[in-house]
């Protein structure tokens, strides 16, 4: 649904033989306009601030999170006719990415496996509408989450598919919700009342309808219902807080540039030895990994590395005899151009960094370069080697 309620962006073909394109509805008037074709399915769209939007496209290597649509001069402007013309790739791994929401601080929401680009539990992700700034958004895993839909208190719902659970800004990890018990398809709505729309059944065997819950309550009345048929993903007709704009600080670089400020700190539990090194590894272009290069870790925990951009990389800790620390099992990225500051390794929300320089900046505000331009390029990695 458009921010003042006039349009709907949504998933359709023509013919049965048709791959799935993104269209857009006119509710006065009921004319379309398809705004997104090519010969693989896209689906999931929504509306960005300032006539953009955001969608999945299939690729060979699964659905990729795309941006379509060029920067109007005001933050309300329709998404032009053109917009497929102008298309921004937002992730940058052999894994699926499904939007989900976008939220009000102007970040998309998106589904994807965890661990991010290895995985197949559905965990939730957040990324910036130019692809920076990818994260979980929290860093309790373990249980499979989707279906996310931000409330006007900024809470996002969720669902594990037997139950409902939300995220909360003050705490770091998710609060379950007592709700009737039922099988959830996610995407919940919510109303100007504070109840919400949900798809629910009984269980395996029935179909989901629509059903109106206010929480706390002890039952959910049916609001539609169809024979045969699973009604699902709720949509409330009716004008709605745009997002905040999101202006990109990305660059025209061919890297990127990121500093670890203590990674020895981690919700896994924080290392009791400094580590000597750290090691970047990526993905080329059949799929194999790779070592792009080693750096130094200072004795405060703080690296600063060059890393390839727009590309799957991870991270792995070493001793002083090259031996595995701790590392990254999936995969992230960086945008070209991007400057990004970590805490530690996987710390999550709640660790927040200390006020003070890292030492490695003391040493040198030039980045140790693992982007694998330089001369000798990334380096295969050896099977069941460090």
């Not at 998404?79 to 998309?108: F, H, K, Q, T």
């Not at 169809?226 to 990305?250: M, N, Q, W, Y």
């Not at 750290?278 to 272009?285: I, K, N, P, S, Y």
């Not at 799957?312 to 070493?318: E, K, M, S, T, V």
Request: charged fraction near 20%; proline fraction near 7%.
């Amino acid at each position: 649904m458009s921010f003042d309620a006039k349009r709907v962006l949504f998933a359709g073909k023509q013919a049965a033989s048709d791959p799935w394109q993104i269209w857009e509805l006119t509710l006065e008037n009921h004319s379309l306009r398809r705004l997104i074709a090519g010969d693989g399915d896209a689906i999931r769209p929504f509306y960005l601030p300032a006539g953009r939007l955001v969608y999945a496209r299939r690729t060979a290597q699964g659905f990729h999170l795309e941006a379509a649509g060029t920067d109007a001069s005001y933050a309300l402007a329709p998404i032009d006719a053109n917009a497929g013309s102008a298309l921004l790739p937002l992730s940058y791994l052999p894994a699926s990415a499904i939007p989900e929401d976008v939220l009000l601080d102007g970040r998309i929401l998106f589904q994807a496996g965890f661990p991010l680009g290895t995985g197949s539990t559905p965990e939730l992700f957040l990324v910036y509408s130019d692809g920076s700034g990818v994260e979980s958004y929290r860093c309790d895993h373990g249980r499979a989450r989707w279906g996310g839909k931000q409330l006007a208190s900024g809470d996002v719902v969720f669902t594990h598919g037997a139950s409902l659970a939300r995220f909360t800004s003050p705490l770091a990890t998710e609060a379950q919700i007592v709700a009737p018990r039922g099988e959830y398809a996610g995407g919940i709505a919510e109303t100007a009342s504070g109840s919400w729309l949900v798809s629910e059944r009984a269980g395996a065997g029935t179909h989901y309808a629509l059903k109106l819950w206010k929480p706390g309550a002890g039952a959910m009345q049916t609001l539609l219902a169809r024979s045969g048929e699973d009604l699902v993903e709720p949509v409330l007709i009716a004008p709605r807080t745009r997002p905040k704009r999101h202006p990109s600080g990305l660059h025209d670089w061919s890297y990127a540039n990121m500093m670890a400020l203590d990674a020895r700190q981690s919700r896994a539990g924080d290392l009791k030895v400094t580590p000597a090194s750290v090691r970047l590894e990526t993905l080329d272009a059949t799929g194999h990994t790779v070592v792009t290069g080693t750096a130094p870790v200072q004795a405060d925990g703080s690296f600063f590395v060059k890393t390839p951009a727009d590309r799957p990389i991870r991270f792995a800790l070493l001793d002083a005899k090259g031996a595995i620390l701790r590392q990254e099992h999936g995969w992230f990225w960086i945008r070209r151009g991007e400057q990004r500051i970590c805490v530690g390794c996987h710390t999550g929300p709640e660790r927040s960094s200390e006020n003070r320089v890292p030492a490695v900046l003391m040493r040198t505000t030039t980045p140790d370069d693992l982007s694998g331009i330089a001369p000798g390029g990334a380096q295969p990695v050896t099977p069941g080697g460090n």
